[in-house]
């Protein structure tokens, strides 16, 4: 199960490596940095033996790790961003590649044609098929519309499986493993519990109704209450530099401002995803940027000239919300529920 040591590719290749490679556990760090500290690791060690300038190649691999971090099924980010806004992973994944993809391609282009990078060579990958079945399992579960917990569970069963098989740890060696990644999300996890208290203490004293009525005050159309789930967002990220927990905190905030204005829940869903990670690769104090500069030696300025991916990313994330696509074409009704409150049910048209 161990890979060869690793010859330099060209740098083109180093934004698509950790863009479809699976991510190792994450600690209590936004997912991109932790997904991201592997393939950082590797990075330093291929421009080790190139040419190649280390802060621009190091923010290729947080591009690619971020690219990722958009359409995978196991990250926090994309959990806690369908589950405040009660949508399917599989629908919040076809709006993301639509959403994104313009942003990655041009990227890519911009890479392609930078003649300040020196191609270092190609070099030969050997990898196992086998052990990346866990992956396939979680993307396959939740494309087809399968409960998140329960895709997850199958996921660290078929990866324990595979890992006994293997002779890479033993059953009860494997129950240390998940201990050790359950360990490792702690932080993560009693941060998340205190931020939904805040927000239910939030809603019960008002304080949710008063963002509402200030949020939305100038705003009466759709365009305008996408905007405003945005700048909100951002500004909870550039306050905690944690894109998963400003999900959580603007997501019932947003669910609200959805429901008034009609807003297709997914394209919120990929808002508060898309707008939270963006700001995070823009900031000098932020986890993936100081993760980044420990691990190759140069500063989160440095990096940040080079994060061209991120300030596409707002910048599509803008035009899309201008131009209202990509429209998942839902009519919606109102209904009563049980307690009397008032559900908005989304049909098909």
């Not at 196991?74 to 994104?100: G, P, S, Y």
């Not at 293997?166 to 359950?182: A, E, K, P, R, Y």
């Not at 905690?240 to 905190?249: D, L």
């Not at 980044?292 to 599509?316: E, K």
Request: charged share 15%.
């Amino acid at each position: 199960s161990s890979f060869p040591p690793l010859t330099p590719p060209p740098p083109r290749s180093i934004f698509s490596f950790p863009a479809v490679a699976p991510p190792p556990p994450s600690p209590p760090l936004p997912s991109s940095s932790a997904a991201s500290g592997v393939y950082k690791r590797e990075g330093r060690s291929i421009v080790c033996k190139s040419a190649m300038n280390v802060a621009f190649v190091t923010v290729i691999v947080d591009g690619g790790t971020m690219y990722r971090d958009k359409l995978s099924f196991n990250t926090d980010t994309n959990i806690a961003a369908t589950r405040t806004q009660e949508v399917e992973m599989k629908d919040k994944f076809k709006a993301n590649i639509l959403m994104v993809l313009p942003a990655v391609i041009l990227n890519a282009v911009l890479l392609f044609f930078n003649s300040s990078v020196s191609v270092a060579g190609d070099g030969e990958y050997a990898f196992n098929l086998i052990n990346i079945i866990p992956y396939f399992v979680i993307i396959t579960l939740s494309v087809l519309g399968l409960n998140v917990v329960k895709v997850m569970a199958l996921g660290i069963i078929s990866g324990m499986v595979i890992g006994v098989i293997n002779g890479d740890f033993s059953i009860l060696q494997s129950l240390t493993v998940i201990h050790d990644g359950m360990i490792g999300m702690e932080d993560m996890a009693v941060i998340t519990i205190f931020v939904g208290g805040m927000v239910s203490l939030m809603e019960y004293l008002g304080g949710i109704d008063y963002l509402l009525e200030k949020l939305t005050s100038k705003t009466n159309s759709k365009k305008g209450g996408e905007f405003s789930i945005a700048a909100l967002v951002s500004l909870l990220d550039i306050a905690t530099t944690n894109n998963t927990v400003s999900i959580i905190a603007a997501g019932p905030i947003a669910r609200d401002i959805a429901d008034e204005f009609n807003i297709e829940r997914t394209r919120v869903a990929s808002i508060l995803d898309i707008f939270s990670s963006a700001f995070n690769g823009l900031l000098p104090y932020a986890g993936q940027l100081l993760v980044a500069a420990g691990l190759t030696g140069v500063t989160p300025t440095s990096i940040m000239v080079y994060n061209w991916y991120s300030v596409l990313m707002l910048v599509f994330g803008v035009i899309f919300i201008f131009i209202g696509w990509p429209n998942f074409s839902k009519k919606s009704e109102l209904v009563k529920s049980n307690k009397g409150d008032v559900v908005r049910i989304a049909k098909n048209s």
